[in-house]
């Protein structure tokens, strides 16, 4: 399983953010990368964001990947995946890691992660759920492991 999961998340360059406002639930397109062990995502954003405000609010997050191509194949082959977990601000040169690995994925980020107010965000995944088309769904719990 942590093959499947490792695929969908090196094929995909965007993924979709929820989090949770006064108002519900907001959905942000965001770039990212992840850790070897899968157990986190990374992303930067500009401070003055909504997403930022409800991140810093409340931590609990979902991310959802998918692979849709927009054809009715989708239906039986089409793969989507959600991570739930909590996002933690990345300060004082512990968003370095997450700023490099950002960088090596997503090139066209490199004005953003120099802006003067670019925050960077850790996301603890608790556990991904998969799926593909109708049939087949499986869970997988990352283990942080230790370098």
Known sequence: MKNTVASLLSQQ???VLATLSDQGVALHLMAYA????????YLASLENTQKVKNIRNNPSVTCLWDNRTGNHSDHVGGQAMSGFGQARELTDGAEKPAHRL????????????TAPDVVFFAVHIDRYQWVEGYTQAMTFVPRATVD
């Open 13 to 15: 360059v965007q993924f």
């Open 34 to 41: 992840f850790s070897k062990d899968l157990s986190e995502i």
């Open 102 to 113: 950002l960088l090596e994925r997503n090139s066209t980020l490199k004005d953003l992660m």
